[in-house]
């Protein structure tokens, strides 16, 4: 069984690849990749594996970001140190959603549940879509509806309806509101891109994460990029890498 590791820390990456060859022996690790970048790469230049096991927050970006960019085929077991990204697991090929740190016998429980899933499958028994119910009791999340912020002394609820943009300035995650109000907030730009609402945000690069109504106009721009033009300014000058474009311009057109 081949098997890749996305994870961004190398000590959680090496001591993954040990326990899981030490339960199946059949287990072969053909990759250990740190960034979003570089599985976008090995996943359209290499055939697929098996079996992923894959972190959530990457080097450079949620991996949530390589489903953008590339058809990810085989199961996903997912490793992480938040709690909060379970429907967008599920949603992502994910069979298994275990938290750090893990311990081996919640390894080879998840490797028991792809080979049970395997099993069952194989059969001619009717498909019982269980994420889809497990989905339906989680419910649909419409994202956080509003962000607390403090400024000259004073908690004050914003609205994410209103905000434009969040932008990282100085290693801070700021907001910017559509009446030109800017505001810190505690929780990182990945945090941040997880609780709001995915057809509504997106995120242009590492430091902006956009609403689609403050979106004016988007050109083509030098190296194949795209320059996305706001009905507000903002303070960087907001392109697209690209290889972003077409999951970007998929996203313009779902809504």
Known sequence: MNILIIEDEIKTAKSLAQIITSIRTDAKIVATIQSVERAVSFLTENPQPDLIFMD???????????????????????????????????????IDYLLKPFKKEHIESALDKLSNLRSYFSTEKPLVPDLEMLLKRLGEPDGKKSF??????KYLTVKTENIAFFYIHNETTCIMTFDHHEYSISQPLEEVQGIVPASQFYRLNRQYLVNFDAI????HYF?????????????????????KV??????????
């Not at 607390?148 to 002394?153: G, R, S």
């Not at 004016?216 to 050109?219: D, G």
């Open 148 to 153: 607390l912020v403090f400024k000259q002394n």
């Open 246 to 255: 077409s999951s970007f311009l998929n996203w313009l057109e779902s809504r």
């Open 56 to 94: 959530i927050q990457l080097s450079d970006g949620l991996c949530f970001e390589i489903f953008e960019s590339v058809k990810v085929i085989p199961p996903i077991i997912f490793c992480t140190a938040y709690d909060n990204y379970a429907i967008e697991a599920f949603k992502a090929n994910g």
């Open 216 to 219: 004016k106009e988007v050109e």
């Open 223 to 243: 190296s194949r990029k795209l320059f996305v033009k706001l009905t507000i300014p903002s303070p960087d000058k907001l392109l697209i890498g690209k290889e």
